[in-house]
């Protein structure tokens, strides 16, 4: 029997550790599920995917400025060649397979800032070249939303009609996609791809504060900072936004310093890191320090071991609220609002365009009070997601894979 051809495309290798857990779900079901399958990938960061997964992976761009901004005029004319010779460098790799898989990601939102020529523009290339050779696209537990400009709502409706296979990460992505003129009748919702992940065990991350003498003293609190600027409508006051997350962020983890809590600050894209500086410089004190993380596995651990957390990236809560940790949301779009509301904390949510440091902290001050309540919580919603997941790739198998290319006995749900 032929082995099945299976390309994985996206935003992967660039930076964000919750693109790159999307991916590794994926390649964790195809391994177990598909073991036969032959994996390539279609990708941002190329080398990265394929030191650190093993796939095969070609550069999503031909223009390797795609991402810089261009002002002279070479570089405009650069990136307009580049938007050509992508056309036919994208249907040539999607003619090579059976099936493509978009791995998670908000791959159908504009939350943050985003222009048409971008990615939207390279999603509906895939979907494109999928439906003219056959290749079957599926996007799997994508984010979806609401999109004010004109173009990229074109671009991500086409892409969606065009997708072989759609499935969201939450209702809201469904209902978003449905009220952008897309049929969702047979689409369904999941919890999101990194829920599938293995859980790490608890411990303390290498570099982070030790248990402290004091037999009842508090123990370590992770912040999930971002570099955050509001979303693709909000270019106006970017600025403006920017300053008041990080000032709120800084007056909370500078309270919580006082307070005697060690604080670990965390990132999920590489942008994040100047925030990270920020608040170091801010705050002096040797409580605070910064982790070094590579992948959802590595914020998972920081997590699992502290007492609560607080956090922007959707995925740093998501790798939050499955290490089980009490988890306060810094929530700057309506997926982290769903996100939390599945998971049972719907109550612990904050502005992160408008952060009080003052109500944060009495707000963090009611999540720990609750500590062993919400942890019994999201053991029983931890379970659930785990079981939605197994249907997930149930029905993903089901709808684009060949008839013939399954060799694999499904695994059970726990």
């Given at each position: 029997?032929?082995?099945?051809?299976?390309?994985?495309?996206?935003?992967?290798?660039?930076?964000n550790?919750?693109?790159?857990?999307?991916?590794?779900?994926?390649?964790?079901?195809?391994?177990a599920?598909?073991p036969?399958?032959?994996?390539?990938?279609l990708c941002?960061?190329?080398?990265?995917?394929?030191?650190?997964?093993?796939?095969p992976?070609t550069?999503?761009?031909?223009?390797?400025?795609?991402?810089?901004?261009?002002?002279r005029?070479?570089?405009?004319?650069?990136k307009?060649?580049?938007?050509?010779?992508?056309?036919f460098?994208?249907?040539?790799?999607?003619?090579g397979h059976?099936?493509?898989?978009?791995?998670?990601?908000?791959?159908?939102?504009a939350?943050?800032p985003?222009r048409?020529?971008?990615?939207?523009?390279?999603?509906?290339l895939?979907?494109?070249?999928?439906?003219?050779?056959g290749?079957?696209?599926?996007?799997?537990?994508?984010?979806?939303a609401?999109?004010?400009s004109?173009?990229?709502?074109?671009?991500?409706?086409?892409?969606?009609r065009?997708?072989?296979?759609?499935?969201?990460?939450?209702?809201?992505?469904?209902e978003?996609?449905r009220?952008m003129?897309?049929?969702?009748?047979r689409?369904?919702?999941?919890?999101?791809l990194?829920?599938?992940?293995?859980?790490?065990?608890a411990?303390?991350?290498?570099?982070?504060?030790?248990p402290?003498?004091?037999?009842d003293a508090?123990?370590?609190?992770?912040?999930?900072?971002m570099?955050?600027?509001?979303?693709?409508?909000?270019r106006?006051?970017?600025?403006?936004?920017?300053?008041?997350?990080?000032?709120?962020?800084?007056?909370?983890?500078?309270a919580?310093?006082?307070?005697?809590?060690?604080?670990?600050?965390?990132?999920?894209?590489?942008?994040?890191?100047t925030?990270?500086d920020?608040?170091l410089?801010?705050?002096?004190?040797?409580?605070?320090?910064?982790?070094?993380?590579?992948?959802?596995?590595?914020?998972?651990?920081?997590?699992?071991?502290?007492?609560?957390?607080?956090?922007?990236?959707?995925?740093n809560?998501?790798?939050?609220?499955?290490?089980?940790?009490p988890?306060?949301?810094l929530?700057?779009?309506?997926k982290?609002?769903?996100?939390?509301?599945?998971?049972?904390?719907?109550?612990?949510?904050?502005?992160?365009?408008?952060?009080?440091?003052?109500?944060?902290?009495?707000?963090?001050?009611?999540?720990?009070?609750?500590?062993?309540e919400?942890?019994?919580?999201?053991?029983?919603?931890n379970?659930?997601?785990?079981r939605?997941?197994e249907?997930?790739?149930?029905?993903?198998?089901?709808?684009?894979?060949?008839?013939?290319?399954r060799?694999?006995?499904p695994?059970e749900?726990?």
């Open positions: 029997m032929t082995p099945v051809r299976v390309g994985v495309f996206g935003l992967l290798g660039s930076g550790l919750g693109n790159d857990g999307s991916l590794e779900a994926v390649l964790g079901y195809l391994r599920e598909h036969e399958a032959v994996v390539d990938a941002g960061g190329p080398e990265v995917v394929a030191a650190r997964y093993r796939i992976a550069r999503l761009h031909w223009y390797r400025g795609e991402y810089r901004t261009a002002s005029a070479g570089a405009i004319a650069g307009g060649l580049g938007k050509l010779v992508d056309v460098r994208t249907a040539a790799w999607v003619r059976e099936v493509v898989i978009v791995p998670g990601m908000g791959v159908l939102e939350t943050l985003l048409p020529w971008g990615f939207p523009y390279s999603l509906f895939l979907c494109a070249s999928g439906r003219l050779f290749t079957r696209v599926a996007l799997v537990g994508v984010g979806a609401a999109i004010g004109r173009p990229t709502r074109a671009l991500v409706r086409w892409s969606a065009l997708a072989a296979y759609r499935s969201y990460r939450d209702e809201l992505s469904r978003a996609m009220a003129g897309v049929d969702t009748a689409d369904e919702v999941h919890p999101d990194a829920f599938a992940l293995p859980t790490p065990r411990g303390t991350p290498p570099g982070s504060p030790g402290s003498d004091a037999p508090p123990g370590p609190v992770c912040v999930g900072v570099d955050f600027h509001g979303g693709d409508d909000d106006a006051r970017a600025g403006e936004i920017h300053r008041r997350y990080l000032d709120g962020t800084t007056r909370f983890v500078r919580l310093a006082e307070d005697g809590r060690p604080v670990r600050l965390l990132i999920g894209d590489e942008a994040d890191a925030v990270v920020a608040i410089g801010a705050v002096d004190s040797p409580l605070v320090t910064a982790a070094e993380t590579a992948s959802l596995a590595d914020l998972m651990k920081e997590m699992a071991a502290a007492d609560a957390v607080v956090a922007t990236r959707y995925h809560l998501v790798c939050a609220l499955k290490s089980g940790t988890t306060l949301a929530s700057y779009a309506a982290s609002d769903a996100l939390m509301a599945r998971m049972g904390l719907d109550e612990y949510r904050h502005p992160a365009r408008e952060v009080d440091a003052d109500r944060l902290l009495e707000q963090f001050r009611a999540l720990e009070k609750s500590a062993a919400l942890r019994r919580t999201l053991v029983e919603r379970l659930i997601a785990a939605e997941l249907r997930q790739f149930t029905a993903l198998t089901a709808a684009v894979f060949p008839a013939n290319a060799t694999h006995t695994r749900a726990p």
